[in-house]
């Protein structure tokens, strides 16, 4: 059966079909569906090649299980469109239906313009409280959708599957790796083309990262009130669209442009991870704009507050919580998910706010409809999954509590390894944890020792640099009277607030992050670096560079070339040895001839007692390691002193403080560990 639309255009009921959301392109036409549940009638509006001009408005024919679809042959890719959809504005019950606002769909696989702010992209009259109903028409300030051709030749790329113990990863900015790099051709920085140019896959194949973590690519929105103060949103933690990429990062506005990425990278051997937001949109709270879900179905797309559904219920504090509880919209990640591994080649994500996936009405449950969804997907349970532990909500801080096979980011090691190396008091048995990739948080429910993301520095806080450069947070550039961003930053400035020509306050500064980033690369678990770290990158001491789309935040190429080298020699130490384990090590005289054997050494070269714990002083951890070499790795966040060697045939293998990081010297008896400073020695 044909249904005719007004502009002569002509639906094929035949080949609709509703079990594919989004448009599909099938070689002879277009395939439209649309999921909400409360709608009334939904109208899909096609526009000309640039977006600006509506060509045709028509009714999705079909409607089952609140799925609204209709199939339009003869459409090809390129063509731009979104929806309106009409129902009841009834803030009150939780609708906020309004055909005047242009939506986008959620299933947008790229988008053409970006948002030009105007009062008309609100669903009620600014000024008038948001029971009002605006009737200005939305389209010429809204991006559209864009149908794709989703070929693409894959040719021999193949999935790396890198396991967990050899996994070191680099948590980095699509723009900010590649805007100040000499290398990277001028047209092409701040772009996955980029991204992906020989000069950075060059840099991070010497510095022997096995995976980049990517922070958002997801369409995201530039805050209106970021823009008025001459700001842009630069991290992308504000997404709008989770199947269509950020269209500023594409140079050639294509999407092969990430797949020719993607596909570059695993050549190199290194996996790509994004970082990804279901747990809030960018329309924000009930007084936000109207862009797409809450348009199309304010109460199954949003969780509404159970005393009044006018009012959004926020566990992220950024307005609004995804009610990823709803089937459909479980529905709508998880599909999410698969698109960005089956089509575009991703190995795994790191989510974001993590703990409010996991909220059910109960609060948060490890055994949530997202996390048990996740694991029993024949395609996701396969790849990287990293949950952030932690939301605003009540008991959202759930380090430790998220189920198989998830890793975890691990604030605990960031803190007591910060604090260690400050040399605050009473850190020894904390620090012993994070060594052992903290069994007392992970090692339950079969749970291997892999699973702590260890790290110094991420996206949000002080970079690695500015750890011991600042002893206080200088925001001041973000224009919220440096208000913003946490205050415990377990910083040291070493002698001076800032730059400093000191030679002996630099030189302090770099023997410390080298005996960081040696105690994070010697430590249990997966260890993650900040971009920028390897080399000294320092943001001026603002710790909430969120909105800092420039130099601050930009890495600043070539950096410290010492502190790079350093970096590298340690993780092809790491790798070299084999230190990572999928088990957790057993304490001593508990050996069971597979799992790695823990002894806690005191300086006199004797096991540690409980009264020692209680003390400062260095820390040896000796791993006596079936059929493989004993390792024995000494932190000394103190001064220099001797340590006395257990029995055995040793060989310096690593010593943060020295010109030559690594070494391959034979020591015995008693031997001086340098302050500041890490050592490894192996036995022969």
Known sequence: MLKVSPKGLVFDAGSARPAVLGAEYDGEGVNFALFSEHAERVELCLFDEDGATETARLDLPEMEGGIWYGYLPGLAPGQAYGYRVHGAYAPEEGHRFNPNKLLLDPYARQLTGEIDWDDSLFGYEIGQGDLSFDTRDSAAFMPKARVVDPNYDWSADRAILRPWEETVIYEAHVKGLTMRHDGVVQADRGTFAGLASEPVIQHLKALGVTAIELLPVHGFVQDRHLLEKGLRNYWGYNTLSFFAPNAPYLKTGQLSEIKDAIRRFHEAGIEVLLDVVYNHTAEGNEMGPTLSFRGIDNASYYLLSPDNARHSFDTTGCGNTLNVAHPMVLRMVLDSLRYWVQVMHVDGFRFDLASTLGRESAGF?????????????????????????????????????????????????????????????????????????????FHHSKRPATTSVNFLAAHDGFTLWDCVSYDNKHNEANGEDSADGHDNNLSHNMGAEGPTDDPGILHGRERRVRAMLASLLMSQGVPMILAGDEMGHSQNGNNNAYCQDNELAWIGWPGRPELIKATAAMIALRQELGLASRRFAVGAGHGDGVADEAHWLHAEGREMGEEDWGQDGPLGLLLRRPARADVLIILNAGDDCAFALPEGDWVLRLCSAGDEVTKDERVEGEFTAPGQAVRVLVEA
């Open 365 to 441: 449950e490890r055994e949530s409809a997202f996390f048990n969804a996740v694991r029993q997907d024949p395609v996701l349970s396969h790849v990287k999954l990293i949950a952030e532990p932690w939301d605003i909500g009540e008991g959202g801080y759930q380090v430790g509590g998220f189920p198989w096979p998830f890793r975890e980011w691990n604030d605990k090691a960031r803190d007591d390894l910060r604090g260690y190396w400050r040399r605050d008091g009473g850190l020894r048995g904390r620090v012993s944890q994070r060594l052992l990739g903290s069994p007392t948080q």
